[in-house]
């Protein structure tokens, strides 16, 4: 297992166009993330998965945004309508119950 | 309102120096804390952690201290080498999925 991966790296994409994000967890790893991170920020949570699941949602996350985790392996994350204000670091991460959050690389987000 | 800061936005050190990196928490009911380490263009990487029945952890050349009547902890990394040139961010946790995170240290390490 190579760890958490996430697709694309970057993004560059028009205002109010839509974008989708993946992550591909760590195999065993039934816990599930979505962080954001802005310059100069520590990562802002997001949505949290277990297995299929989400159990929680950031009153960051607007009802533009919305994630699946649709067979309890790989993730997605959704941003419609992109705003200027979007643009940002998309970090996923997954854990067990026993260990703690493995991060990808991100997806830059630019929104122009 | 920050929940967890950290307030010195760089840091730096001369290589073999201690390096010390301190966080500050304002929520009580946190009872488990974790440093994470980042560089440019990846993701963070987990480095050491520490739960609240504790006041030490310590992992080859990082040593996390808690005080837990300060709200306060630290990191110290000792002795300070090239690679640990980083940005450090602090995360608190009293539930057990969601952190929250401080802003993030930039430690530089000067040769």
């Known amino acids: 297992d190579t760890g958490v991966s996430q697709d694309p790296r970057h993004k560059i994409t028009k205002r109010g166009q839509n974008v989708t994000f993946r992550c591909d967890p760590i195999?065993?790893?039934?816990?599930l993330y979505w962080y954001r991170q802005t310059l100069g920020q520590g990562p802002e949570f997001l949505t949290y998965f277990q297995n299929e699941a989400q159990l929680e949602k950031s009153r960051l996350l607007s009802d533009r945004f919305s994630a699946e985790r649709p067979k309890g392996s790989f993730s997605t994350l959704e941003i419609q309508r992109t705003e200027q204000g979007d643009s940002a670091m998309y970090l996923c991460?997954?854990?067990?119950?026993?260990?703690?959050?493995?991060f990808g690389q991100g997806t830059r987000l630019t929104v122009v | 309102d920050q929940q967890v800061k950290q307030n010195s936005p760089s840091l730096s050190v001369q290589e073999g120096r201690i390096s010390i990196l301190n966080c500050d928490y304002t929520n009580s009911m946190f009872d488990y804390f974790l440093w994470y380490k980042k560089y440019p263009a990846e993701g963070p990487t987990f480095l050491i952690s520490i739960s609240s029945i504790k006041d030490k952890n310590e992992d080859g050349r990082f040593t996390v201290f808690l005080n837990k009547s300060a709200k306060h902890l630290s990191l110290h990394i000792v002795p300070s080498q090239p690679g640990d040139s980083a940005v450090y961010f602090c995360?608190?946790?009293?539930?057990?999925?969601?952190?929250?995170w401080g802003a993030g240290t930039k430690l530089i390490i000067k040769p």
């Open positions: 991460a997954s854990s067990s119950d026993y260990t703690e959050a493995f």
């Open positions: 995360a608190a946790s009293d539930e057990d999925y969601q952190l929250i």
């Open positions: 195999s065993e790893h039934n816990r």
